[in-house]
């Protein structure tokens, strides 16, 4: 299905204007008094194709592609009628996906099926059926269904591998996020490096899809404290949209962040990082513009590929090879993943739902339909039923990741072992215990330091004190602050 010269969307725009004149054709629309024939088909040519989301109109471009180069290597018209011709294509993809060892050949064949209907009705004089009614045709619905059969034994044939090819695929774990960022550190590009740690902690953090980053702008980024957490109120970087590819009318939609309390997978610093570098190394002249009281920079985006496309919609390549030759560069073994503008949107609905985000959060979270989620993402991934695994392991829902990396640490120890290696200690231990619980209630202060509960401990064993204190002070203070945290206990 090779076509011999270059892909252009004037070849689609030639395609939806051919005229089919054959015996079953129907004739042309003549002028009426309130429109002519040229009015009516481009009005067809908004709902049918226009209005369509930029991404949608690739995906059916590249079918569409397809059928031109099919209709050349059989000598056909690109009239797409009758039927049957349609159904010979869409198996001879069919058969072109299965050769290439694809995942999902139905997807292909589903795409190439309604790029079909969209276009058969645009093309002058192709009779009925057109849209839905075209994909419930039986040879039509024949094809779709050996599609999907081969999608199912691509999923599940004796060649697949489950782990790899499954949620692995298309999410990051913790770990790989670790690794990915610090290949963005050693990156040799440091504009790409930073841009690529930005489009991964922001994308995780907010759930983008590839279609919001390549949207996203700095002027629809605010800070937003939110004054009710003591004793210091969080700073919430919140970003809105009007864009993205289930908001076609332009609803105003919200998503943000707080920082991150480990230092490495703050989505707040990558977005520093990413407008310090932006500001001061790529030339952008957004503080210039600021200062001028011109606006004009609100129309810049976040990430881009250059300074000529800055205020302009990205295409998927300039985030995606970016983020591909990363990937590459992880130390160890390079990532291999599906989708990697998707990556972000699926690995954070996880990392929710493996803390314990109900479905109802999720779906706040990710502007999903509801209804949507759980089958597209969560029941993907185990993961997202972290929670449900600790419980039926015995730990508690509301601490288990607290208190997991201790659990194989819970010792019990004799008395008599701990009186011989560290002499008073289990009585010290009361003693500081029962301050820590006097300052707790608000009913005293602390009566001694720590120095002098040991000296005193310790007076009744002689030997020296002062110099069997200095020793213990600091193991001991680390025990109390293991048990009054309870991720560990020591029977006395």
């Given at each position: 299905?090779?076509?011999?010269?270059?892909?252009?969307?004037?070849?689609?725009?030639?395609?939806?204007?051919?005229?089919?004149?054959?015996?079953?054709?129907?004739?042309?629309?003549?002028?009426?008094?309130?429109?002519?024939?040229?009015?009516?088909?481009?009005?067809?040519?908004?709902?049918?194709w226009?209005?369509?989301?930029?991404?949608?109109?690739?995906?059916?471009?590249?079918?569409?592609?397809?059928?031109?180069?099919?209709?050349?290597?059989?000598?056909?018209?690109?009239?797409?009628?009758?039927?049957p011709?349609?159904?010979?294509?869409?198996?001879?993809?069919?058969?072109?996906?299965?050769?290439?060892?694809?995942?999902?050949?139905?997807?292909?064949?589903?795409?190439?099926?309604?790029?079909?209907s969209?276009?058969?009705?645009?093309?002058?004089?192709?009779?009925?059926?057109?849209?839905?009614q075209?994909?419930?045709?039986?040879?039509?619905?024949?094809?779709?269904?050996?599609?999907?059969?081969?999608?199912?034994?691509a999923?599940?044939?004796?060649?697949?591998?489950?782990?790899?090819d499954?949620f692995?695929?298309?999410?990051?774990?913790?770990?790989?996020?670790?690794?990915?960022?610090?290949?963005?550190?050693?990156?040799?590009?440091?504009?790409?490096?930073?841009?690529?740690?930005?489009?991964?902690?922001?994308?995780?953090?907010?759930?983008?899809?590839?279609?919001?980053?390549?949207?996203?702008?700095?002027?629809?980024?605010?800070?937003?404290?939110?004054?009710?957490?003591?004793?210091v109120?969080?700073?919430?970087?919140?970003?809105?949209?009007?864009?993205?590819?289930?908001?076609?009318?332009?609803w105003l939609?919200?998503?943000g962040?707080?920082?991150?309390?480990?230092?490495l997978?703050?989505?707040?610093?990558?977005?520093?990082?990413?407008?310090?570098?932006?500001?001061?190394?790529?030339?952008?002249?957004?503080?210039?513009?600021?200062?001028n009281?011109?606006?004009?920079?609100?129309?810049?985006?976040?990430?881009?590929?250059?300074?000529?496309?800055?205020?302009?919609k990205?295409?998927?390549?300039?985030?995606?090879?970016?983020?591909?030759?990363?990937?590459?560069?992880?130390?160890?073994?390079?990532?291999?993943?599906?989708?990697?503008?998707?990556?972000?949107?699926?690995?954070?609905?996880?990392?929710?739902?493996?803390?314990?985000?109900?479905?109802?959060?999720?779906?706040?979270?990710?502007?999903?339909?509801k209804?949507s989620?759980?089958?597209?993402?969560?029941?993907?991934?185990?993961l997202?039923?972290?929670?449900?695994?600790?419980?039926?392991?015995?730990?508690?829902?509301?601490?288990?990741?607290?208190?997991?990396?201790?659990g194989?640490?819970?010792?019990?120890?004799?008395?008599?072992?701990?009186?011989?290696?560290?002499?008073?200690?289990?009585?010290?231990?009361?003693?500081?215990?029962?301050?820590?619980?006097?300052?707790?209630?608000?009913?005293?202060?602390?009566?001694?330091?720590?120095?002098?509960?040991?000296?005193?401990?310790?007076?009744?064993?002689?030997?020296?004190?002062?110099?069997?204190?200095?020793?213990?002070?600091?193991?001991?203070?680390?025990?109390?602050?293991w048990?009054?945290?309870?991720?560990?206990?020591?029977?006395?």
């Amino acid at each position: 299905m090779k076509r011999s010269r270059a892909k252009s969307r004037d070849d689609i725009m030639a395609l939806m204007h051919v005229t089919y004149i054959g015996e079953d054709a129907v004739p042309l629309q003549q002028y009426t008094d309130m429109m002519t024939a040229q009015d009516i088909w481009l009005r067809k040519y908004h709902e049918l194709w226009e209005k369509l989301e930029e991404n949608t109109k690739s995906s059916f471009c590249t079918a569409l592609w397809k059928w031109l180069a099919w209709c050349d290597s059989k000598g056909f018209d690109t009239v797409m009628h009758p039927i049957p011709k349609c159904v010979i294509f869409l198996e001879d993809l069919l058969q072109e996906m299965v050769d290439k060892k694809s995942k999902d050949p139905f997807g292909t064949v589903r795409v190439a099926r309604k790029a079909l209907s969209k276009i058969r009705e645009l093309q002058r004089g192709v009779p009925s059926p057109y849209g839905e009614q075209f994909s419930k045709e039986t040879l039509i619905k024949s094809a779709s269904s050996k599609a999907f059969a081969a999608t199912t034994e691509a999923r599940i044939g004796p060649n697949t591998d489950p782990l790899r090819d499954g949620f692995q695929a298309t999410s990051l774990d913790s770990d790989e996020v670790v690794r990915l960022l610090d290949a963005c550190m050693r990156h040799q590009d440091h504009f790409n490096g930073f841009k690529v740690a930005a489009m991964v902690l922001l994308g995780t953090a907010m759930g983008f899809r590839g279609d919001d980053l390549m949207d996203a702008k700095p002027s629809l980024l605010a800070l937003t404290p939110v004054v009710r957490c003591v004793p210091v109120p969080m700073q919430v970087i919140t970003c809105s949209l009007r864009t993205g590819k289930v908001n076609a009318y332009g609803w105003l939609r919200y998503s943000g962040f707080a920082r991150h309390k480990d230092p490495l997978l703050d989505a707040a610093g990558a977005l520093a990082d990413l407008l310090v570098f932006t500001l001061n190394l790529t030339g952008l002249d957004i503080l210039q513009k600021i200062e001028n009281q011109d606006n004009s920079w609100w129309s810049y985006r976040l990430l881009f590929k250059d300074l000529w496309h800055a205020d302009k919609k990205q295409d998927r390549n300039a985030l995606a090879k970016p983020l591909l030759n990363i990937l590459q560069e992880v130390e160890g073994n390079p990532v291999v993943k599906s989708k990697v503008l998707h990556l972000f949107r699926d690995s954070g609905v996880i990392l929710l739902a493996s803390g314990g985000a109900g479905l109802e959060l999720l779906q706040i979270w990710g502007h999903w339909a509801k209804g949507s989620l759980g089958q597209a993402y969560i029941e993907k991934n185990p993961l997202a039923a972290l929670q449900a695994f600790a419980i039926a392991s015995g730990w508690e829902q509301s601490s288990f990741m607290r208190r997991h990396f201790l659990g194989r640490a819970l010792v019990t120890v004799s008395p008599e072992w701990i009186d011989a290696i560290f002499p008073g200690v289990r009585r010290l231990l009361e003693i500081v215990q029962a301050r820590n619980a006097r300052i707790q209630c608000g009913k005293g202060q602390a009566d001694a330091t720590v120095q002098d509960c040991l000296q005193k401990s310790f007076s009744s064993y002689g030997g020296h004190a002062d110099r069997d204190a200095r020793l213990l002070e600091a193991a001991l203070w680390q025990l109390c602050t293991w048990q009054s945290t309870g991720c560990g206990s020591v029977n006395c």
